[in-house]
T-cell receptor, first 115, second 114 residues
Framework: DARVTQTPRHKVTEMGQEVTMRCQPI?????VFWYRQTMMQGLELLAY????????DSGMPKDRFSAEMPDATLATLKIQPSEPRDSAVYFC?????????????FGDGTRLSIL | TQLLEQSPQFLSIQEGENLTVYCNSS?????LQWYRQEPGEGPVLLVT?????EVKKLKRLTFQFGDARKDSSLHITAAQPGDTGLYLC??????????????FGQGTILTVHP
């Protein structure tokens, strides 16, 4: 089965450091989503790409977060500088936007801890 | 902003019991998806309901979409320990830039004791 691949699976770093999370969407999918999951807030949408173009990043703190898709096989989410409140599990998901009601396929996440 | 209220937040039951999880919103969704998430993994789709009033069954799980497409429920019959996990409902945006976006409920953590 095709899967969304996320790296790294775990990241522990100190406050102020840059963090880069990577995602390889399922081949052929034309939408990519970045989510953040915490116990308090649940799953929050951070950014949404279609055909590599950003469609919506309103859920993302713009001053420190950035999301890009350098090519169709790679999506990145960067935090600079990182803060303890950024500690969470970050999920990438991919799917087909042009097929209504199709599921999103999630990776297994990056568990981020900022000390 | 579309919101989905999911309840209960926690559910702890004995094997063999029945349970229902609810998802409610004041917004209309084009479809409602239910996901299950296990520790250390991403959510995995269980089912998508599209038509108002639609009922879908997946073994012991029954999913229903409200007539007005604003609410949904998940009913599990004779729960088993293997059903333990986090259950998430997600509403799909109806159009424009919302098309393809999902709004997730807070989730229900289900624990089924042997």
């Amino acid at each position: 089965d095709a899967r969304v691949t996320q790296t790294p699976r775990h990241k522990v770093t100190e406050m102020g450091q840059e963090v880069t999370m990577r995602c390889q969407p399922i081949l052929g999918h034309n939408t990519v989503f970045w989510y953040r999951q915490t116990m308090m807030q649940g799953l929050e949408l951070l950014a949404y790409f279609r055909n590599r173009a950003p469609l919506d990043d309103s859920g993302m703190p713009k001053d420190r977060f950035s999301a890009e898709m350098p090519d169709a096989t790679l999506a990145t989410l960067k935090i600079q500088p990182s803060e303890p409140r950024d500690s969470a599990v970050y999920f990438c998901a991919s799917g087909f936007r042009d097929r209504g009601n199709q599921p999103q396929h999630f990776g297994d996440g990056t568990r981020l801890s900022i000390l | 902003t579309q919101l989905l209220e999911q309840s209960p937040q926690f559910l702890s039951i004995q094997e063999g019991e029945n349970l229902t999880v609810y998802c409610n919103s004041s917004s209309v969704f084009s479809s409602l998806q239910w996901y299950r998430q296990e520790p250390g993994e991403g959510p995995v789709l269980l089912v998508t309901v599209v038509t108002g009033g639609e009922v879908k069954k997946l073994k012991r799980l029954t999913f229903q979409f409200g007539d007005a497409r604003k609410d949904s429920s998940l009913h599990i019959t004779a729960a088993q320990p293997g059903d333990t996990g986090l259950y998430l409902c997600a509403g799909a945006g109806a159009g424009g830039t919302s098309y393809g976006k999902l709004t997730f409920g807070q989730g229900t953590i289900l624990t089924v004791h042997p």
